[in-house]
């Protein structure tokens, strides 16, 4: 998406933030984040021994419509542990050291993405980096964090095909949000399925992967078309869609896109009752800022929905609330924001327990095995593919916005890394300890059952 000048890097460079001063500095409300230059606490106003974690999303640009709601989720969680409330029993901070976040804004540039690691990295000195949100900023970054052996954890559902001793995958795997979905959508609206996406790396690797999903379950696949990021004009494919007369829609645009698509899709006359959406990024985000009476009828898979009924999630979304104001809504990516800093402070507290140093190799296997208590349900980082057991849940958007859940797995599911219909037994394990050969990648050649966690 562009080049980088000296003038824009400096401009969303990193900002360190002690706790508590971004919300100060806002006057109790949303975080002003991302001002746009230095500033905020010292190393010695966090505490000498404070403990440095990048959070790496985007706050303006066209996918700032969902991931300003990652990096909320990700403060709402790091404050929780540094203050030793919400889910946090330790006591303040991690053995008493409190968490110093680095923020950076990329601007929804990949480019920036790429270039704002590396300062984390090499100029920040972060122990790892929460963030990224589309698959083409977590591939701009791969390179990076592989290169110099330093850990991301990345919250968001994706097209699966990577096995990195870099990244751990906090978001779905195709088995996780696609698997279900096609054979609800054959069995429900029919057989014959119009995919659409915006041009990029996930949307065409998840709709390929939901093709060889459709046509296992014995249906047609009557379109295909992309659209390019940012596109707010449908025109064009809804008229496909009307010639094409498939039964259901699956759609993964994403960021701006989704608002114009739901509302010109209800504009050209099409109900929810003949053609239903089902979507994969469509979130309560999107909906409350296209209006709910657009996707109203429709579906998305997640793993998570505001509606999921526990304990853990009531408290999650009245804290969110009681944080960033009683009209937001929660979603899928930013409980996975969430749940994934819990698993990162539980793997630092851990190394502290044994009094071991926080080091790339050391977080790496403290991380593995981490089980959280998450608002969706109890979750797991599988210790061989380092992605998460997490539920999967069908969602029918509702006028209030919000989802009813009209299917759901009875436990978190363990996570494939690879699509099944496309490649058949292929497995992700990482040794123990990992040793970054580079031949994590199984070849079983055999069909891998669905497996849900044992806590």
């Known amino acids: 998406m562009g080049g980088i000048n000296r003038r824009k890097f400096i401009k969303y460079g990193s900002i360190a933030l ?3 001063v971004l919300a100060a500095c806002s006057g109790g409300g949303e975080p002003a984040a991302d001002s746009g230059s230095s500033g905020g606490s010292s190393p010695a106003a966090a505490g000498a021994d404070a403990i440095k974690v990048g959070v790496m999303y985007s706050t303006t640009g066209t996918i700032a419509i969902v991931e300003k709601s ?50 984390l990295i090499d100029e920040d000195k972060v122990s790892c980096v929460l963030g990224c949100y589309t698959s083409a900023s977590r591939k701009s970054v791969l390179p990076v964090f592989e290169e110099k052996n330093a850990i991301l954890y990345y919250p968001v559902y994706y097209e699966g095909n990577e096995c990195s001793s870099n ?83 699956l759609s993964n645009l994403v960021g701006d896109s989704i608002p114009a698509f739901y509302r010109q899709y209800k504009d050209a006359g099409i109900t929810a009752e003949q053609i239903p959406i089902m979507a994969y990024p469509t979130t309560e985000e999107e909906i409350q800022a296209m209006g709910p009476e657009y996707a109203e009828g429709h579906y998305s898979s997640f793993n998570y929905f505001q509606a999921v009924d526990t304990p853990e999630n009531k ?72 992605h998460t057991y997490l539920y999967s849940r069908i969602g029918k958007w509702k006028s209030d916005g919000q989802a009813e859940i009209v299917f759901a797995t009875p436990a978190a599911v363990k996570p494939i890394p690879w699509s099944q219909a496309l490649y058949k037994g292929r497995v992700c394990v990482h040794s123990v300890p990992d040793k970054r050969a580079g031949d994590s990648i199984k070849e079983t050649k055999t069909d891998l059952k669905t497996e849900y966690l044992k806590v």
């Open 18 to 20: 002690g706790t508590g």
């Open 70 to 119: 990652l990096q909320d989720a990700t403060f709402l969680a790091l404050d929780q542990i540094n203050e030793g409330t919400g889910p946090w029993k330790g006591g303040k901070g991690i053995k008493g050291r409190q968490i110093q976040r680095v923020v950076v804004n990329p601007d929804s540039n990949w480019d920036l993405y790429n270039q704002m690691s590396k300062r």
């Open 167 to 249: 990244v751990f995958y906090t978001g779905a795997a195709p088995n996780q949000q696609i698997t279900d979905s096609i054979p609800y959508a054959v069995k429900n609206f029919g057989k014959k399925g119009f995919f659409i996406g915006s041009d990029y790396i996930y949307p065409k690797e998840s709709n390929r992967i939901a093709k060889a999903e459709l046509v296992k379950a014995g249906g047609e696949v009557v379109g295909d078309e992309y659209a390019a990021l940012g596109t707010t004009e449908f025109i064009t494919i809804i008229n496909k869609i009307k010639q094409a007369k498939p039964d259901f829609v």
């Open 315 to 386: 408290a999650f979304v009245e804290q969110f609330k009681a944080k960033f104001g009683q009209d937001r809504v929660t979603n899928g990516v930013m409980e996975a924001a969430y749940l994934q800093t819990f698993f990162m402070a539980q793997a630092m507290e851990k190394l502290l327990d044994e009094g071991k140093e926080i080091t790339p190799d050391n977080l790496r296997e403290a991380t593995r095995g981490q089980v959280f208590n998450a608002p969706q349900g109890t979750v797991k980082i599988d210790n061989d593919n380092y």
